[in-house]
């Protein structure tokens, strides 16, 4: 058995010498079945540098994590490299970032051996061996970085202490061992020093396109940045295409990030500014900043969006998204968010988007249609609610008005809401029957947003529907939250990226006003004239009257599940196409499609009953 090479903790429990006996030959004998484990399994490492994806898992930089997706398996492999190794390691997942009720593999010691575990955390942040070992370890490895450990767990298990890893935001959590345990349940979550990542695990598995003999590439990066030393800091810079700069089409662009600032840079986004205004002021400073031009907030035409852990966007071989020439501004506006929960000073960083386009134009521009709700007050969400959903429209009048004969092609989507945003889902239905998922993320979270290939292109013809889902959590929240641009407001999108480029660059809803109305009437004669419907008030100070019982809570989700729409069927000049949008009936959906079910792992060897001891001190495990 290898030794770890630290001694027992002065204060740990040691055990009998008959029960230290036992634990020897029942450790020895998993060290054998260890190493036949890992004999058997060499051959299982994916192929090639088998790694696509990387990131770093706390602000230090200690911790590093690579993974491969195979969709055949139904696997994923993970490399976890922890450069700075102490007492031990914990590594997992769970719904929402928190560390009570996760999904763990633990690399622990006892003073003597190490092990690595299959856990789970309960509601209490103790720590408890799976009965069900589901993580597999492949390898473990000294390496001149430190640590690396090989492991695989499948997507689902079945097992009701794992997590499902599904497509989405995964939040993963870490914890670092500082000193040894005498064993896996003396160890509290709440004693470690512990974090959490963001990041989309399950990456479509597309084909890189052909790229043309012309592409050129250009960068958009701040020069030379401070970065506060404040946990978040959203930094704008304003740059400009050169004069005279035709028409091009990006066919693909990808992150530029300082080295050394992995884990620092938690998105970018470029935008295309207005094209009403000939000019935009010079401006390179925080977001918020009070010397922020206001003509800034013009700049909101996405041109291009990358989070932590993403790779480079490829745009379909027959389409492009064009930029330059007439009719479009020369100006750009760049957003960095930094994330620096350690407040570090001092640190300069010149990241950016590096955007690769060509002259020789392909057969379609690519659009981008905003699809959800429309920023208005009149949808809102009650206080203290912990899964309250609003729903958005793009009906069937308006896509067979709008679109051509042919239909369009959604390949991307990047999902938008504000601070209280948990869920996100749109589909497509046709025929009063949902057909497909166009994007879903059940553990959405507004502080990790990217826009994100999807798997399966999309199809919308004239006369589909398609339905924009947000669940929200206001648990924390004593006022009524509101539709709006604020940040402490609402918002439910969905920016679909496709093609042919249509007129249609907007398609949403929102429930009529007056029916609206109507309800603040008639909640107020169940509450003895509490709630203002005076003509001068405006809805958020009509939402802040209403005493949120569970009547009028319900009452109100009623409302938007029944009441006419009105509708937004925009142009990219923000005019209406022509007809009837207010007063319009829902949508009716005669059939909805099925949850999706876990799907449970083909019957495998049978998974260790204990934890795997592991040899960490040279070479290969």
Same mark, same amino acid.
């Given at each position: 058995?290898?030794?770890?090479?630290?001694?027992?903790?002065?204060?740990?429990?040691?055990?009998?010498?008959?029960?230290?006996?036992?634990?020897?030959?029942?450790?020895?004998?998993? @060290?054998?079945?260890?190493?036949?484990?890992?004999?058997?399994?060499?051959?299982?490492?994916?192929?090639?540098?088998?790694?696509?994806?990387?990131?770093?898992?706390?602000?230090?930089?200690?911790?590093?994590?690579?993974?491969?997706?195979?969709?055949?398996?139904?696997?994923?492999?993970?490399?976890?490299?922890?450069?700075?190794?102490?007492?031990?390691?914990?590594?997992?997942?769970?719904?929402?970032?928190?560390?009570?009720?996760?999904?763990?593999?633990?690399?622990?010691?006892?003073?003597?051996?190490?092990?690595?575990?299959?856990?789970?955390?309960?509601?209490?942040?103790?720590? &408890?061996?799976?009965?069900?070992?589901?993580?597999?370890?492949?390898?473990?490895?000294?390496?001149?970085?430190?640590?690396?450990?090989?492991?695989?767990?499948?997507?689902?298990?079945?097992?009701?202490?794992?997590?499902?890893?599904?497509?989405? $935001?995964?939040?993963?959590?870490?914890?670092?061992?500082? /000193?040894?345990?005498?064993?896996?349940?003396?160890?509290?979550?709440?004693?470690? &020093?512990?974090?959490?990542?963001?990041?989309?695990?399950?990456?479509?598995?597309?084909?890189?396109?052909?790229?043309? @003999?012309?592409?050129?590439?250009?960068?958009?990066?701040?020069?030379?940045?401070?970065?506060?030393?404040?946990?978040?800091?959203?930094?704008?810079?304003?740059?400009?295409?050169?004069?005279?700069?035709?028409?091009?089409?990006?066919?693909?662009?990808?992150?530029?990030?300082?080295?050394?600032? /992995?884990?620092?840079?938690?998105?970018?986004?470029?935008?295309?500014?207005?094209?009403?205004?000939?000019?935009?002021?010079?401006?390179?400073?925080?977001?918020?900043?009070?010397?922020?031009?206001?003509?800034?907030?013009?700049?909101?035409?996405?041109?291009?969006?990358?989070?932590?852990?993403?790779?480079?966007?490829?745009?379909?071989?027959?389409?492009?998204? @064009?930029?330059?020439?007439?009719?479009?501004?020369?100006?750009?506006?760049?957003?960095?968010?930094?994330?620096?929960?350690?407040?570090?000073?001092?640190?300069?960083?010149?990241?950016?988007?590096?955007?690769?386009?060509?002259?020789?134009?392909?057969?379609?521009?690519?659009?981008?249609?905003?699809?959800?709700?429309?920023?208005?007050?009149?949808?809102?969400?009650?206080?203290?609610?912990?899964?309250?959903? #609003?729903?958005?429209?793009? $009906?069937?009048?308006?896509?067979? #008005?709008?679109?051509?004969?042919?239909?369009?092609?959604?390949?991307?989507?990047?999902?938008?809401?504000?601070?209280?945003?948990?869920?996100?889902?749109?589909?497509?239905?046709?025929?009063?029957?949902?057909?497909?998922?166009?994007?879903?993320?059940?553990?959405?979270?507004?502080?990790?947003?990217?826009?994100?290939?999807?798997?399966?292109?999309?199809?919308?013809?004239?006369?589909?529907?398609?339905?924009?889902?947000?669940?929200?959590?206001?648990?924390?929240?004593?006022?009524?939250?509101?539709?709006?641009?604020?940040?402490?407001? /609402?918002?439910?999108?969905?920016?679909? &990226?496709?093609?042919?480029?249509?007129?249609? /660059?907007?398609?949403?809803?929102?429930?009529?006003?007056?029916?609206?109305?109507?309800?603040?009437?008639?909640?107020?004669?169940?509450?003895?004239?509490?709630?203002?419907?005076?003509?001068?008030?405006?809805?958020?100070?009509?939402?802040?009257?209403?005493?949120?019982?569970?009547?009028?809570?319900?009452? #109100?989700?009623?409302?938007?599940?029944?009441?006419?729409?009105?509708?937004?069927?925009?142009?990219?000049?923000?005019?209406?196409?022509?007809?009837?949008?207010?007063?319009?009936?829902?949508?009716?959906?005669?059939?909805?499609?099925?949850?999706?079910?876990?799907?449970?792992?083909?019957?495998?060897?049978?998974?260790?009953?204990?934890?795997?001891?592991?040899?960490?001190?040279?070479?290969?495990?």
């Amino acid at each position: 058995m290898a030794r770890w090479g630290g001694q027992a903790h002065p204060a740990m429990k040691v055990p009998s010498p008959s029960v230290r006996e036992a634990a020897s030959m029942y450790g020895t004998a998993v @060290a054998i079945f260890l190493v036949i484990l890992v004999a058997a399994l060499q051959g299982s490492e994916p192929p090639e540098s088998p790694f696509p994806y990387r990131i770093p898992l706390d602000p230090e930089g200690t911790l590093e994590l690579s993974w491969n997706v195979s969709y055949v398996q139904e696997t994923i492999h993970f490399q976890l490299l922890v450069r700075e190794l102490k007492a031990g390691v914990l590594f997992g997942m769970s719904d929402r970032g928190e560390l009570e009720n996760a999904d763990l593999v633990v690399l622990w010691t006892d003073g003597d051996s190490a092990y690595f575990g299959d856990a789970w955390s309960d509601q209490k942040g103790w720590i &408890h061996l799976d009965a069900q070992q589901d993580y597999q370890l492949l390898r473990a490895q000294r390496t001149p970085e430190g640590l690396s450990l090989l492991f695989k767990r499948p997507f689902g298990t079945c097992d009701p202490k794992d997590y499902l890893i599904e497509d989405g $935001t995964v939040h993963l959590v870490y914890g670092i061992l500082e /000193e040894p345990f005498w064993s896996l349940e003396a160890i509290n979550t709440s004693a470690l &020093h512990t974090g959490l990542q963001r990041v989309q695990l399950l990456k479509p598995n597309v084909s890189v396109p052909a790229l043309p @003999a012309d592409m050129r590439t250009m960068e958009v990066r701040a020069p030379d940045v401070l970065v506060p030393g404040q946990e978040t800091t959203y930094w704008c810079y304003i740059t400009e295409l050169p004069d005279g700069f035709p028409r091009h089409h990006i066919v693909m662009y990808e992150p530029i990030v300082t080295e050394g600032n /992995e884990a620092l840079v938690h998105h970018m986004e470029v935008f295309q500014c207005a094209t009403e205004f000939e000019s935009f002021p010079q401006f390179n400073g925080p977001c918020d900043s009070k010397m922020k031009p206001s003509r800034l907030n013009y700049c909101r035409h996405v041109l291009a969006a990358w989070a932590l852990g993403a790779k480079a966007f490829y745009y379909p071989e027959e389409a492009g998204l @064009a930029f330059g020439g007439a009719g479009s501004s020369r100006f750009l506006r760049l957003e960095v968010h930094y994330h620096n929960p350690l407040k570090i000073e001092g640190r300069r960083d010149s990241s950016g988007i590096r955007l690769y386009y060509t002259a020789t134009l392909r057969r379609f521009d690519a659009g981008i249609m905003e699809l959800g709700l429309v920023y208005t007050p009149v949808m809102a969400i009650p206080p203290q609610e912990t899964a309250f959903v #609003l729903t958005g429209y793009c $009906t069937d009048k308006c896509t067979q #008005l709008a679109l051509p004969p042919s239909g369009i092609h959604i390949f991307a989507s990047q999902l938008h809401t504000h601070l209280t945003g948990r869920k996100v889902v749109t589909v497509l239905a046709r025929d009063g029957r949902e057909r497909e998922v166009v994007n879903r993320d059940d553990h959405y979270s507004p502080h990790f947003q990217e826009i994100r290939m999807l798997k399966k292109v999309v199809s919308v013809h004239p006369g589909d529907v398609l339905i924009t889902s947000c669940t929200y959590n206001t648990e924390d929240r004593k006022l009524a939250t509101v539709g709006g641009f604020g940040i402490l407001e /609402e918002m439910c999108v969905n920016y679909v &990226h496709y093609y042919p480029q249509t007129q249609l /660059e907007l398609c949403k809803s929102a429930v009529d006003p007056g029916f609206l109305q109507k309800y603040f009437h008639f909640v107020n004669r169940f509450n003895g004239e509490e709630v203002c419907t005076c003509p001068q008030a405006s809805v958020p100070e009509q939402f802040a009257t209403v005493p949120w019982n569970s009547f009028n809570r319900q009452v #109100l989700s009623a409302l938007y599940g029944f009441a006419p729409i009105s509708m937004h069927c925009n142009k990219s000049s923000a005019v209406r196409f022509q007809g009837e949008w207010n007063l319009q009936p829902l949508p009716e959906i005669i059939s909805k499609l099925e949850e999706p079910t876990p799907q449970c792992p083909a019957s495998r060897g049978r998974s260790p009953a204990g934890p795997t001891v592991v040899d960490i001190g040279g070479g290969k495990g």
